[in-house]
């Protein structure tokens, strides 16, 4: 299986329909509720797409809003208006 | 009339940092730019380099503002609500202290260097993001002495945290750490700080220790913290980028850069049992271990990362196996050390109660009880007999971590210390591991000019002879800002506040 990705938000409003967009478009992630955050794990890749975070949010949203409740993240990093992604290669 | 299209993400990022640029003509690139050959790294070709984030200036200060603005509010309503009364326990605070002494002063340094190497890098790209990061850095260290102003204001020990960082003994281990980046060129700075301290060892720093503020109800450090760690983000990626690009740039680089890797990993690592300590012991409660946390950040989530960049020839850090052995010894040992020489200390220590010795046996199954409680419960005891223990004398530093000799060879016999000795020019010089041994045999000329800090006050220079003219040196107050914290100004101050608490009935008998 491929190595893990993650992404760390913090655990407040503003990430909830972030969170949501990423259980609707990774099937295999993973949430952890920690104290404080919500920490977020993905075999391989993990995306965040523009329009499902803005469908629940209800709301338009754009990737670089990703960076106000960022706390840390692991992988290669793609971004680009419509989406953010994380992975690894191999 | 034909309206513009915005330009996409992509676009606007190559508008800011491609073409901007120039080779100049009164004076040779090479004197304009000194420092970015000397190393033997070699770049052809600048614009291989891109931060993945893409951020433009505009959006930078938006997205910058943003966030403070979001985290002067809380830390605006913490200090009108006293927030420092909601903390789990008066211990608590002493973590900040550490932290205010030892790490704030870090981001300040990160940036003075990141905003010299905003400077001389050759490449366009690069220079930009390391501007960024040095407004970043500066930030940091502004937003963590405006929200912990409000702790000084009810706790000792946070009064000079500048001073101190350049004098005190424990304080001397960042300081050795990042100066020795500094002092090193361009490319090992940003391999050290961007790629062994950022990418590879802060997740152990800032997320679990904030969320152990979480977790403690300190709302204000929380808020500062994943402030600062969401700018963290994007340096973890400048460093992960930075790598890539220089091992792409030319085949010469990969044995550079995976020695710098070794050598940063090792430096960062050590800092980091600072770190550890304060993550099982003063961390009142404590969300996740030192070993939970290395196993999750570092075997796990770094394992990941050097399988990914396998492909490059790169491999993990050399001695990666020492530190994961280490892990079940190393908040122990450093709490040990910190608890004997607290008096010299601009916090305080403590033995854990009944409550976190079991937590500790829990966590740490395979050396707790056997190594470490029984020696803490020795201690317990001495203290309520009313000799609570201190050690006499000054410890024998590590040449190069500058960390008192107490780590012990984990990896065959855990109760004997771990000593390495090396001969340079006649003279004999101690190191604490094998891999602070081979830093030093590699850079023997730098690290013979270690500014050790017990060596410094035996040759006269700390202000005096005995432990009151140094205390005095290092602008800490005697009797209010050190020894132990049962009985501390701290301590009675917490129960005038609070009430008497059951933890201080065990840990005073």
């Given amino acids: 299986m491929a190595d893990n990705v993650f992404l760390i938000l913090q655990d407040n409003e503003d990430a909830r329909p972030i969170i949501e967009a990423i259980e609707q478009d990774n099937q295999d992630a993973t949430i952890d509720y920690q104290p404080g955050m919500v920490r977020i794990e993905c075999p391989g890749r993990l995306v965040v797409n523009r329009d499902s975070v803005t469908e629940f949010r209800g709301q338009d949203w754009d990737p670089m809003e990703l960076q106000l409740n960022l706390v840390s993240l692991s992988g290669n990093i793609d971004e680009d208006d419509d989406y953010f992604a994380l992975s690894w290669s191999s | 009339m034909a309206v513009k299209k915005k330009l996409n993400m992509r676009k606007r990022y190559e508008v800011l940092t491609r073409g901007m640029g120039w080779d100049t003509t009164y004076q040779p690139m090479d004197k304009v730019f000194p420092y970015d050959k000397f190393e033997g790294i070699k770049i052809k070709d600048w614009s291989g380099w891109e931060d993945p984030f893409r951020l433009t200036v505009d959006s930078y200060w938006k997205y910058q503002a943003e966030k403070e603005k979001k985290l002067y509010a809380i830390i605006d309503s913490f200090a009108q609500n006293n927030g420092h009364l909601n903390v789990s326990d008066g211990r608590y605070v002493n973590a900040l202290k550490l932290f205010i002494q030892g790490v704030t002063p870090l981001e300040y340094g990160a940036h003075r260097h990141y905003a010299h190497l905003g400077r001389h890098f050759r490449g366009e790209g690069t220079r930009v993001a390391c501007q960024m990061q040095s407004i970043d850095e500066l930030r940091h260290c502004q937003t963590q002495l405006h929200t912990l102003s409000h702790y000084n204001k009810h706790f000792n020990g946070m009064h000079d945290p500048f001073h101190m960082f350049d004098r005190v003994w424990y304080l001397s281990v960042p300081k050795s750490y990042f100066e020795d980046a500094m002092t090193a060129g361009p490319f090992e700075f940003i391999t050290s700080i961007s790629f062994s301290f950022e990418y590879v060892l802060t997740n152990l720093l800032f997320v679990p220790f904030m969320s152990g503020a979480a977790y403690n109800g300190d709302m204000a450090t929380v808020t500062f913290g994943f402030s ?18 220089m091992v792409e740039q030319h085949e010469d680089n990969l044995p550079i850069i995976q020695g710098y890797i070794d050598k940063h990993f090792w430096r960062a690592y050590r800092v980091l049992a600072l770190i550890a300590m304060m993550q099982d012991y003063m961390l009142p409660n404590s969300p996740m271990s030192w070993n939970e946390a290395w196993q999750i950040y570092y075997v796990e989530n770094m394992g990941a990362l050097f399988n990914d960049l396998s492909r490059y020839g790169l491999r993990m850090p050399k001695y990666s196996d020492v530190a994961t052995a280490e892990a079940e010894h190393l908040s ?24 976190k010795m079991d937590w500790l046996s829990e966590k740490y199954p ?14 317990r005891e001495m203290e309520k007999a009313g000799e609570r223990h201190y050690f006499k004398g000054l410890p024998q530093l590590c040449q190069t971590c500058q960390i008192p000799m107490f780590f012990t060879e984990v990896m065959s016999d855990p109760m004997k210390i771990s000593r390495r000795v090396s001969m340079y020019k006649g003279d004999r010089y101690h190191t604490c591991s094998d891999g602070c041994k081979d830093i030093f045999e590699n850079e023997p000329e730098k690290f013979i000019q270690a500014w050790l800090p017990v060596h410094q006050i035996f040759q006269g220079n700390c202000g005096g002879a005995d432990l009151s003219d140094v205390l005095k040196y290092y602008h800490l107050n005697e009797g209010e800002d050190n020894m132990e914290y049962v009985g501390s100004p701290d301590h009675k101050r917490w129960q005038e506040w609070k009430g008497e608490d059951k933890q201080d009935e065990t840990a005073t008998g």
């Fill in chain 2, 366 to 379: 395979n050396t707790f009880d056997k190594h470490y409680r029984p020696r803490f419960e020795q201690w």
């Fill in chain 2, 228 to 245: 600062a760690q969401s700018d963290e983000a994007r340096h973890m990626t400048l460093g992960l980028e930075i790598i890539k690009f």
């Fill in chain 2, 332 to 355: 122990h040992q450093t709490w040990s050390d910190f608890y004997n020489f607290t008096h010299a200390a601009s916090f305080h220590t403590w033995m854990p109660d009944d409550r």
